[in-house]
């Protein structure tokens, strides 16, 4: 059963007294502003429009199919207070309201702008909408369960929920990386694909706290982007951002930009995004994992004839993202050279004045290195708002101030 945003509400609302008990929290939280104020972010962040201009954008992406919404709650608290432009979630209103909420609480700590939401929909079967499943009662009991270590999300647990659940995966906590599938010695867990529905997602796009969208799209069914597009009718008149998450397909790239980019823009009022989506969901394997988001980032970035848009990796992103854009010479420029026969001409943004690339996203590495803060905090609390335990927010915005700081360049100013 899925955790539910009231479900945190009435959770926390159950917790204030001890939770106020055990830590000492206007020190606390003086501590947190003390350290964001020691950065100069809020003297020197940049609105998200700015940011994608300038190419310092930095989105956190939650998880297109993550619902576990006290985490979600707790990771927008701390990347808000880190400055990111963006947060990327799940098309659920109780994700939004969680993330939203989580917004608010670190407006109320200290008074940052607020990063856009984005909702994360999909045109087709894609792997970031898909969910694990398996019957703990079909697993032979001398299994090692090796899908309990491989899962980056902690979403399998053989325990369960007394009087809740049996354990298996926790369905809100799975975003389908697919890492358990093959490691399954008796071939017991299987993918559930779905498609957001286009109609609640277009209600969704018309309540407040929704500022963008992201369509992720193959790319090669011209089709289905066509019926979803169609399908979201005037809910993306109020949108300041549409975002279109695709792979990177060689030289059929472009062609298919251009193609979904005549579908948009007959309706297209406000600002678009291409996410050029590397490896997915494997930020947080390894250095390695950011090199096909860097290398399709040089393909599009050296490619003539693009549809408008602004352009931000994604897919395999993590710390060591700006280093390879700064290896490309791609990182806040807004030309490189291209080689011609014996001479070179410059290739730029399609706005003189705008980095090539705006930014990136951080989906994986981002929920990892703050996640350990949170399962320590859950560990030695329960379910808690992070702000309630100000040793361990200061740890968490530690950790995401030195992620985005690897492209806003909080120290180098
Ligand atoms: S390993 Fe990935 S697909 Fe499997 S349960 Fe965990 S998050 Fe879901
Ligand atoms: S690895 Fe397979 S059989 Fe073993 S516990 Fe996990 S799902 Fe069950």
Redesign the pocket.
Not at 183 to 189: A, G, R, S, T, V
């Given at each position: 059963m899925s955790l539910t945003f009231s479900c945190f509400a009435s959770l926390s609302q159950q917790l204030p007294s001890q939770v106020h008990a055990r830590s000492s929290s206007s020190g606390g939280l003086e501590k947190v502003k003390n350290l964001i104020t020691r950065t100069g972010i809020p003297s020197t962040i940049t609105s998200p429009l700015d940011s994608l201009q300038k190419g310092n954008w930095v989105k956190l992406i939650c998880g297109a199919s993550f619902e576990d919404v006290v985490d979600i709650r707790n990771l927008s608290l701390v990347y808000t207070l880190a400055g990111v432009d963006c947060i990327d979630c799940a098309a659920e209103a109780s994700v939004v309201n969680a993330v939203n909420d989580g917004i608010e609480a670190a407006r109320g700590i200290i008074p940052i702008r607020r990063p856009w939401v984005m909702i994360s929909v999909n045109d087709n079967e894609d792997l970031h909408f898909r969910k694990a499943e398996?019957d703990?009662d079909?697993?032979?009991t001398d299994?090692?369960?090796?899908?309990?270590n491989v899962c980056p999300a902690d979403a399998?647990s053989?325990s369960g929920k007394a009087g809740v659940s049996k354990g298996?995966v926790l369905a809100e906590r799975c975003y389908g990386c697919g890492r358990?599938l093959p490691?399954?010695?008796?071939?017991?867990?299987r993918a559930v694909t779905y498609i957001r529905d286009v109609d609640a997602t277009a209600q969704l796009l018309k309540q407040d706290g929704v500022d963008a969208i992201e369509i992720h799209t193959s790319g090669r069914q011209a089709e289905s982007f066509q019926q979803l597009w169609n399908g979201l009718g005037d809910s993306i008149d109020k949108l300041r951002l549409v975002a279109v998450s695709l792979p990177d397909m060689g030289e059929l790239t472009v062609p298919a930009m251009n193609s979904m980019y005549v579908t948009m823009k007959v309706n297209l009022r406000c600002l678009n995004l291409w996410q050029l989506d590397g490896r997915p969901m494997s930020g947080d394997i390894g250095r390695g994992a950011t090199r096909e988001a860097i290398k399709f980032a040089l393909h599009l970035a050296s490619t003539r004839d693009k549809p408008k848009g602004f352009l931000q990796l994604a897919g395999g992103t993590n710390a060591h993202t700006v280093e390879g854009l700064k290896r490309e010479r791609l990182f806040q420029t807004t030309s490189i050279s291209e080689k011609l026969n014996g001479g070179e001409r410059a290739l730029n943004s399609f706005e003189p004045s705008h980095a090539l690339i705006s930014g990136v996203a951080f989906g994986g590495y981002a929920r990892k290195i703050v996640g350990r803060v949170l399962r320590s905090l859950q560990s030695e609390h329960g379910y808690a708002r992070l702000e309630d335990c100000p040793r361990h927010l200061v740890d968490a915005v530690t950790q995401a101030l030195a992620l985005v700081g690897t492209v806003k360049c909080y120290n180098e100013r």
């Open positions: 398996f703990p079909d697993c032979p299994c090692s369960r090796p899908c309990e399998i053989h298996g358990c490691i399954c010695p008796y071939d017991k867990i």
